[in-house]
């Protein structure tokens, strides 16, 4: 019942930004952990960043540390990722999850979150 809805992805050159939004519906938003995943073709989905059900803590792969910013608005059930200095190696569909606890420590794997958004896909690319 619960439904996730991405927007903000597209096509960028390396060094830019881009700002990927979700939104909420049909569900508790502000008792759940939400992270962001992303998938390359022919890579395994990773993990990209997560925050706790309040906004108090946050987590990042190593990969995007101190270029992206995940961050969440629970008045209008949104959670956003933003993305700067990205690199063509950032390419992929981008997909917002829910997770099931209100705040998951230290690894995040896609099986441990059973809502997922449609996808929106960044190219990062000259």
């Known amino acids: 019942q619960v439904q996730l809805v991405e927007s903000g992805g597209g096509l960028v050159q390396p060094g830019g930004s881009l700002g990927l939004s979700c939104t909420a519906s049909?569900?508790?938003?502000?008792?759940?952990?939400m992270g962001w995943f992303r998938q390359a073709p022919g890579k395994e989905r990773e993990f990209v960043a997560a925050i706790s059900a309040m906004g108090a803590t946050t987590e990042y792969a190593a990969s995007v540390k101190g270029r992206f910013t995940i961050s969440r608005d629970n008045t209008k059930n949104t959670v956003t990722l933003q993305m700067n200095s990205l690199k063509p190696e950032d390419t992929g569909v981008y997909y917002c999850?829910?997770?099931?606890?209100?705040?998951?420590?230290?690894?995040?794997?896609?099986?441990?979150?059973?809502?997922w958004g449609q996808g929106t896909q960044v190219t990062v690319s000259s």
């Open positions: 999850t829910r997770d099931s606890v209100a705040w998951r420590f230290g690894t995040h794997r896609p099986e441990y979150y059973p809502i």
């Open positions: 049909g569900g508790t938003f502000d008792s759940y952990s």
